[in-house]
């Protein structure tokens, strides 16, 4: 083996090594800390990513091959129950978890931490082109655990984040060997990169082409002659057809097969004519387009439908402003610190210069700057790049350094040596510093969990368990249920009914629920019915609410909510229905009323409720400090908000004895008042809530186990969630 083979292979394991061992750090913070483990593991901290597990646990669950089957629904999962079992992270936990020995559990909190570190491979092979090792060394020590990346990579971040940069950064190596050696394997390297990346995520088209775009330009401009360009062009344009992967996988290797014959060499024009007819034949350049086309006519999509025209408020509008990033922090995501960002920037450019091979990483930073107009998740692709940047400036300056002072031989190389290693140490330790720092929880914890396992023995797999969005994903993982909602799954038309249940009385919610169960179920239906002609002639499906309103012969929708709170007549009950009510939703509760808390004829947003939580409460003695302005006076259980002084309607307590039985003191203070007060006192929590808010589903059932007995029966009662089942 050469020397620099060695070299390389030393640096690699070095730097994976060190990107690992630096993810371990958040395990070790929280290494007995029960409520972040479940099975034995860690629980992950991402939300999405119990979404790819409900997937690969069905994948794991069964052995029937025919997604049409009946039985492969019966083995694998429910028909309309979401499972994402034909996607790429899906498949590949599902292969992890079926050949290593490990618990599932252990596969998908780890699978970030393995995967991710393998960018410095790409890394540190780049370099060695550029014939600067140290320098992939210091980069990959770097973009391996960069502020936005490791937060995106992280133990438990389970999430497509895990190979999103690894893929495009081996296809940068593959292209830029290809266009430095020009040699047949790198063809079908950079094709196979991009069928592989394609696999993993789907939106890879716009850094693809981008890719694609440069070498072209790269071809007519410095190197018209060189038939290797186009027959890599071709390559690209096979791989990135819109068709079945097993298709360009053909023609892929047919195209490859034939380029490397120096006789065929005649026909190149023609293979790379038919791979861009074929790229757009198949539909590869629509997403693209229709992406560029998102952009320039942002406002001109019409509405023609002929419906009720609802208004619908949007999750867009309580995620805040996507609009301007701090540039600091925008700066310490890319390299952890302002000034690194700077030389990184500096660095890249002078990298450009000398090496002008590296324009070919252009898409990368482009893609990575995006984030100051399209949100901070881009920065990470911006990571790698620049680390070379930062990188490059280390190398070239201790270079130039030993030179200057003269020194020579064994005594040069050793002062290099510990010049760079300080210089590296010193862009790493921001980054080590927000590492120690970033102690993310899981996203549930223990209790939860035993929660929803336990609701999974008790439901079937096709029963619906209602609660907020946020925890659709985890509800389907650990219960294998239905939901409403979920991390995908959450428009304004959508949210409305589930949020119309938590925030209105019991009355009202359990009508809503079995109507938006039911006609959720039935829309499912008629799209898979009806798919051909809902395709061919553009038909608008419309809300399940916009549905309810007709079917019940209303015109208007208030007129039809308002009947909910009467007896009605529901659609047949095809299968049970359970509310999760956790006790975190307390911290999202005014956001979930929003969603059902405007007018949907005209988009009038409603009177915001009064709901206030406090857990820093302070006892003053003769009355207790909720938040700065609010007092509650404990003798005559007045209220004091700022300067306004006003009685209560009633003060509840909460408490649970012994066996974990919860009982309530309901003081009835002064009957024209609005405003209740209710102390959770194992919760530790205050909650000022006005009457529409007490008489909520949600405080009715979770805080105060105030259930309909002809509505409702508990199933679970842990304090940290309650689950009921609706009797209608
Ligand atoms: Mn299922």
Do not use: C
């Amino acid at each position: 083996m050469r020397a620099e083979d060695k070299k390389t292979i030393f640096y690699i394991l070095i730097a994976y090594t060190f990107s690992v061992a630096m993810r371990f750090i958040w395990v070790y913070q929280f290494g007995d800390y029960a409520p972040f483990h479940f099975n034995g593991q860690f629980m992950i901290n991402t939300n999405d990513g119990y979404y790819w597990a409900e997937g690969a646990r069905d994948l794991l669950s069964g052995t029937a091959t025919n997604p049409d089957a009946k039985e492969f629904y019966d083995k694998f999962h429910q028909f309309n129950d979401l499972s994402p079992v034909s996607t790429a992270a899906a498949q590949l936990t599902a292969f992890f978890a079926k050949i290593l020995p490990f618990s599932f559990e252990s596969v998908i909190f780890y699978m970030p931490v393995f995967l991710s570190s393998l960018v410095v491979i790409p890394i540190i092979l780049i370099a060695r082109v550029l014939k600067n090792l140290e320098m992939g060394l210091i980069a990959a020590l770097l973009a391996s655990i960069a502020w936005s990346y490791y937060n995106r990579t992280m133990a438990g971040y389970y999430d497509t984040d895990m190979l999103n940069i690894v893929l495009p950064m081996f296809l940068l190596w593959s292209i830029i060997w290809a266009v430095k050696t020009n040699k047949d394997i790198y063809l079908l390297l950079t094709a196979l990169d991009i069928l592989v990346y394609r696999w993993w995520y789907p939106q890879s088209y716009s850094l693809e082409f981008s890719f694609f775009g440069l070498i072209l330009a790269y071809a007519l401009l410095f190197d018209r002659k060189n038939l290797y360009n186009y027959k890599l062009l071709a390559m690209m344009m096979f791989a990135m057809m819109n068709t079945h992967e097993l298709i360009r996988l053909g023609f892929v290797l047919a195209a490859f097969y034939t380029f490397k014959q120096e006789k065929y060499d005649k026909y190149l024009y023609y293979i790379l004519g038919a791979s861009i007819l074929g790229f757009f034949i198949t539909g590869g350049f629509d997403p693209i387009w229709g992406q560029l086309h998102g952009y320039v006519f942002r406002d001109s999509i019409s509405s023609e439908n002929k419906g009720l025209g609802l208004h619908f408020f949007t999750v867009m509008q309580t995620v805040r402003e996507a609009g301007h990033i701090p540039f600091e922090t925008f700066a310490n995501r890319i390299s952890g610190n302002v000034v690194v960002f700077i030389l990184s920037v500096l660095g890249y450019i002078y990298l450009l210069y000398k090496q002008r091979i590296m324009i070919f990483s252009l898409p990368l930073v482009g893609l990575g700057f995006l984030a100051y107009v399209g949100g901070l998740r881009f920065t990470i692709y911006a990571v790698p790049v620049l680390a070379f940047g930062i990188a490059f400036l280390i190398t070239e300056f201790s270079e130039k350094f030993i030179k200057q002072i003269g020194a020579q031989g064994t005594q040069a190389k050793r002062l290099k040596f510990l010049l760079m290693t300080i210089l590296t140490l010193g862009v790493l330790y921001p980054n080590y510093k927000h590492i120690d720092a970033y102690k993310v929880p899981t996203v549930f914890n223990a209790n939860e969990v035993k929660v929803l396992t336990d609701l999974g023995k008790k439901a079937h797999r096709d029963d619906y368990v209602i609660s907020w969005w946020d925890y659709g994903y985890p509800i389907r993982y650990y219960a294998d249920v239905k939901t409403l909602a979920d991390g995908g799954k959450h428009s304004g038309s959508v949210n409305f009914p589930v949020s119309f249940m938590l925030t209105h009385t019991q009355k009202e919610a359990a009508n809503m629920a079995r109507l938006d169960v039911e006609y959720t179920e039935n829309k499912f239906k008629f799209q898979k019915e009806h798919k051909k002609e809902i395709e061919d002639k553009n038909l608008t499906i419309f809300s399940n609410i916009e549905e309810m309103t007709k079917d019940y012969g209303f015109k208007n929708t208030n007129d039809f909510l308002h009947t909910l709170s009467s007896d009605i007549k529901l659609p047949k009950k095809t299968r049970d229905i359970y509310f999760y009510l956790p006790y975190r939703m307390i911290n999202i509760y005014p956001t979930v009323t929003l969603f059902s808390n405007i007018n949907l004829m005209n988009g009038a947003k409603g009177k915001q409720p009064f709901f206030f939580a406090s857990r820093n409460f302070k006892d003053l003695g003769s009355k207790i400090q909720l938040a700065q302005n609010v007092f509650l006076d404990k003798r005559t259980l007045q209220l004091t908000l700022g300067n306004k002084t006003v009685p209560i309607r009633r003060f509840v307590k909460t408490y649970y004895d012994k066996s974990m039985r919860l009982h309530k003191d309901v003081q009835l203070v002064n009957f024209s008042s609005d405003i209740s007060v209710i102390y959770m006192q194992n919760y530790n929590t205050f909650l000022v809530v006005d009457e529409k808010t007490y008489n909520s589903l949600y405080i009715q059932l979770m805080v105060l186990e105030n259930y309909d007995k002809n509505l409702f029966e508990p199933v679970i009662l842990n304090p940290s969630a309650k689950v009921y089942k609706l009797k209608i």
